[in-house]
C-alpha cells in the first residue's frame, strides 16, 4: 500500500513539475526582444589582419587584404517548431566592414520571443528590391553609396568589395587586386545563407542572444571554384574582377563562406 501511495504522490510531483516548467517556458516566450548578428571575418583558420598579415591561396599566390565589405540582406529566423519570423524589409539592410566597429555586429530589435534554430540572409540587395528604383530604397542607398559599396544607381549595388595586393611565383611585386560582385548585364549574382545554429539563440524581454558566424574569405577565391588572380592581370595594372565569366563562380563561392562558431545567450 506504501509503495503504491508513493509512486502516486511521485506522479503528482512529476506532473506539478512539468506544468510548471511549462508555465515557466510559456512566460518567457512572450513579448520581443533582440538578437545580435556578429561578423567576424578569418582567411582559412587565420584571423583576419588588415593590410599586414599575407594569406596563401592553394595556387600559391599571396594576398593581403586591404578592404573586405558585402551587404547583409532579407534576414529570416527560424524557430524550434518550424515558425518563422522574417525581420522586416525596410530594416533588413546592413553593411559588414572589417575596418569600423558598426560593421561588425548588427542589432536586430523587435523579435518575437522564442527559441531560434536557424538563420537565413542574403549577400547582395535582391533584384525585387533594386527594382523599386532610387526612391524605393530608403536611407540605405545613402549609406550604400557613402561606404562605396555602390557602382551607380544605374549599375546598382556592389554585394561585396574584396580588395588589396597580392604576390605569384611570376609577379614578385605587391600588384593591385580588386574583386566586386554585383549585378552585371544579365546576371545579378544575389546569393543566399541558411545556417543552422549549433545552440538555441534564446530570444527573450531580458535576454539579448548574440550570434558569431566566422566569414572565411579564402572561399572567395579559393573555394570550389579556384580563381587565379595572376590570370586576370592585364598588363601587369592589377587583377580587376568585376565582371565576366568568374564572377557567377566568385558567387556561388561567396554562398559557403559562412558559418556560425557559436551562440552567446546573455
Known amino acids: 500500500m506504501k509503495n503504491i501511495l508513493y509512486k502516486a504522490l511521485a506522479i503528482v510531483a512529476l506532473t506539478i513539475s512539468l506544468i510548471s516548467c511549462s508555465n515557466d517556458d510559456e512566460k518567457e516566450a512572450v513579448g520581443n526582444g533582440k538578437i545580435i548578428l556578429e561578423f567576424d571575418n578569418a582567411f582559412g583558420s587565420n584571423d583576419l589582419i588588415l593590410n599586414a598579415q599575407a594569406y596563401k591561396t592553394s595556387n600559391n599566390e599571396l594576398l593581403k587584404i586591404n578592404t573586405i565589405k558585402y551587404i547583409v540582406s532579407n534576414i529570416v529566423l527560424t524557430k524550434a517548431d518550424g515558425s518563422t519570423f522574417i525581420y522586416p524589409k525596410s530594416k533588413s539592410y546592413f553593411i559588414a566592414d572589417e575596418a569600423t566597429a558598426e560593421g561588425r555586429e548588427f542589432k536586430l530589435t523587435d523579435i518575437p520571443a522564442g527559441d531560434y534554430v536557424k538563420v537565413k540572409f542574403g549577400i547582395g540587395v535582391d533584384e525585387e528590391q533594386w527594382k523599386l528604383g532610387a526612391a524605393g530604397q530608403g536611407d540605405f542607398l545613402a549609406k550604400a553609396d557613402a561606404a562605396g559599396m555602390m557602382w551607380s544607381w544605374a549599375?546598382?549595388?556592389?554585394?561585396?568589395?574584396?580588395?588589396?595586393?597580392?604576390?605569384?611565383?611570376?609577379?614578385?611585386?605587391?600588384?593591385?587586386?580588386?574583386?566586386?560582385?554585383?549585378?552585371?548585364?544579365?546576371?545579378?549574382?544575389?546569393?543566399?545563407?541558411?545556417?543552422?545554429?549549433?545552440?538555441?539563440?534564446?530570444?527573450?524581454?531580458?535576454?539579448?542572444?548574440?550570434?558569431?558566424?566566422?566569414?572565411?574569405?579564402?572561399?572567395?577565391?579559393?573555394?570550389?571554384?579556384?580563381?587565379?588572380?595572376?590570370?586576370?592581370?592585364?598588363?601587369?595594372?592589377?587583377?580587376?574582377?568585376?565582371?565576366?565569366?568568374?564572377?557567377?563562380?566568385?558567387?556561388?563561392?561567396?554562398?559557403?563562406?559562412f558559418r556560425v562558431d557559436h551562440v552567446h545567450n546573455n
Open 155 to 257: 549599375a546598382g549595388y556592389k554585394f561585396l568589395a574584396f580588395e588589396g595586393t597580392f604576390k605569384s611565383t611570376t609577379i614578385t611585386k605587391d600588384t593591385p587586386f580588386m574583386m566586386h560582385t554585383g549585378k552585371t548585364g544579365t546576371a545579378y549574382n544575389y546569393t543566399e545563407v541558411t545556417l543552422d545554429l549549433p545552440t538555441k539563440a534564446l530570444v527573450r524581454t531580458n535576454i539579448t542572444p548574440t550570434v558569431h558566424f566566422v566569414t572565411d574569405l579564402s572561399k572567395i577565391i579559393d573555394g570550389t571554384n579556384k580563381i587565379k588572380l595572376s590570370d586576370h592581370n592585364a598588363g601587369g595594372m592589377g587583377a580587376m574582377i568585376m565582371g565576366g565569366a568568374n564572377l557567377p563562380l566568385i558567387t556561388q563561392n561567396v554562398s559557403t563562406m
